[in-house]
Antibody
Framework: EVQLVESGGGLVQPGGSLRLSCAASGFTFSSYWMSWVRQAPGKGLEWVANIKQDGSEKYYVDSVKGRFTISRDNAKNSLYLQMNSLRAEDTAVYYC???????????????WGQGTMVTVSS | EIVLTQSPGTLSLSPGERATLSCRASQSVSSSYLAWYQQKPGQAPRLLIYGASSRATGIPDRFSGSGSGTDFTLTISRLEPEDFAVYYCQQYGSSSVTFGQGTKLEIK
């Protein structure tokens, strides 16, 4: 079964750090672009970052540039999001998502994890 | 950054009716990179349409997408009870992804 499972969410104080993980299974992880997408409580979806198959290209939404770092370990079939200098507005459910394209970037997300909640509060 | 504006914000219809959801972009979007998602409470989004008009795997043919340039439409031909949810359009371009704010499709 094709699956993505996120972990690492929790409660953190403003200014703190958190590292999210996403474990992939059931497909050739190293063949796909991967993304993080978040959703604040009661709000819409916001793309956060994506990473190319070999990690050579990474892109971020402006609001997290310089604070968040996306990475992957293809040997472990895992995607990561290192989040530093967290702010209250980063509070959201964070989803990892697979790009539709096999080797090619299609810009749509066909497989999603169940999400992990990050709460930034004192 | 391309801004996607969805309308209406809320659509109230009955099962069996036809639903038409709109997504307008602030600048031209490549049709290859326009997608639609369905999200139900407590669930992750589900890909419905990619490339503006191609149905994703397992999506019923009552869902269809159309449009080009700055105006795109998701049509649900005959609403089933399980179709009542929030729908998002999404575009990819210039190494960035943006989503519309969503349309809530509710039972009338």
């Amino acid at each position: 079964e094709v699956q993505l499972v996120e972990s690492g969410g929790g409660l953190v104080q403003p200014g703190g750090s958190l590292r999210l993980s996403c474990a992939a299974s059931g497909f050739t992880f190293s063949s796909y672009w991967m993304s993080w997408v978040r959703q604040a409580p009661g709000k819409g979806l916001e793309w956060v970052a994506n990473i190319k198959q070999d990690g050579s290209e990474k892109y971020y939404v402006d609001s997290v540039k310089g604070r968040f770092t996306i990475s992957r370990d293809n040997a472990k079939n895992s995607l990561y999001l290192q989040m530093n200098s967290l702010r209250a507005e980063d509070t959201a459910v964070y989803y990892c998502a697979r790009d539709l394209g096999y080797f090619l970037l299609r810009g749509a997300f066909d497989i999603w994890g169940q999400g992990t909640m990050v709460t930034v509060s004192s | 950054e391309i801004v996607l504006t969805q309308s209406p914000g809320t659509l109230s219809l009955s099962p069996g009716e036809r639903a038409t959801l709109s997504c307008r972009a602030s600048q031209s979007v490549s049709s290859s990179y326009l997608a639609w998602y369905q999200q139900k409470p407590g669930q992750a989004p589900r890909l419905l349409i990619y490339g503006a008009s191609s149905r994703a795997t397992g999506i019923p043919d009552r869902f269809s997408g159309s449009g080009s340039g700055t105006d795109f439409t998701l049509t649900i031909s005959r609403l089933e009870p399980e179709d009542f949810a929030v729908y998002y359009c999404q575009q990819y371009g210039s190494s960035s992804v943006t989503f519309g704010q969503g349309t809530k499709l509710e039972i009338k």
